[in-house]
T-cell receptor
Framework: NAGVTQTPKFQVLKTGQSMTLQCAQD?????MSWYRQDPGMGLRLIHY???????DQGEVPNGYNVSRSTTEDFPLRLLSAAPSQTSVYFC?????????????FGSGTRLTVV | QQPVQSPQAVILREGEDAVINCSSS?????VHWYRQKHGEAPVFLMI?????EQKGHEKISASFNEKKQQSSLYLTASQLSYSGTYFC???????????FGKGTTLSVSS
């Protein structure tokens, strides 16, 4: 049982490049979320999904797109990378309204935009 | 709306106790607590549901007062392994995602 798998673990991008951060879970969780973590800012919600085909914006959605074609996968796309998007990105999943059984986090992707 | 955590940082010696608080300006029906060690992912500790219940994890317990819209995490007889950043999280309005506080960094030394 792998849990939540994020790839890549590290990435360096040039300003203006695009890329996709991958997130997959094998627990059949309906709820999935993307967060970014910056020093002193905590975990800020970017986008989330409540099932295949259903996504919504979180606190800081600008510059990011998501889609959810299957229960397992929830990729995060950076359309045109900017230095302000340098951060650590976490994907998390849960089931039950309100994440009643707790969220499981992936190991994170450390992204640097130069 | 982001919950507010206090204090921002706590420094302890092994065996000492600490309390971390989490408050919200909106009505809550649940509060989550997570711990993140340096360079790792956050790990779920416990969830507190409406009803004022208390829960425990190792020697870590928590309470939830929905009338005051706040929760407290109690760490007793702290161990070196308790060091890390503690986050509280509250569900968004639809209960479909968590909004986290900025975190409280706990440092335990011998």
């Amino acid at each position: 049982n792998a849990g939540v798998t994020q790839t890549p673990k590290f990435q360096v991008l040039k300003t203006g490049q695009s890329m996709t951060l991958q997130c997959a879970q094998d627990m059949n969780h309906e709820y999935m979320s993307w967060y970014r973590q910056d020093p002193g800012m905590g975990l800020r919600l970017i986008h989330y999904s409540v099932g295949a085909g259903i996504t919504d914006q979180g606190e800081v959605p600008n510059g990011y797109n998501v889609s959810r074609s299957t229960t397992e996968d929830f990729p995060l796309r950076l359309l045109s990378a900017a230095p302000s998007q340098t951060s650590v990105y976490f994907c998390a999943s849960s089931y039950g309204r309100g994440g009643s059984y707790g969220y499981t986090f992936g190991s994170g992707t450390r992204l640097t935009v130069v | 709306q982001q919950p507010v955590q206090s204090p921002q940082a706590v420094i302890l010696r092994e065996g000492e106790d600490a309390v971390i608080n989490c408050s919200s300006s909106k009505a809550l029906y649940s509060v989550h607590w997570y711990r993140q060690k340096h360079g790792e992912a956050p790990v779920f500790l416990m969830i507190l549901l409406k009803g004022g219940e208390q829960k425990g994890h190792e020697k870590i317990s928590a309470s939830f007062n929905e009338k005051k819209q706040q929760s407290s995490l109690y760490l007793t007889a702290s161990q070196l392994s308790y060091s890390g950043t503690y986050f509280c999280g509250t569900p968004n309005q639809a209960g479909t995602a968590l909004i986290f506080g900025k975190g409280t960094t706990l440092s335990v030394s011998s």
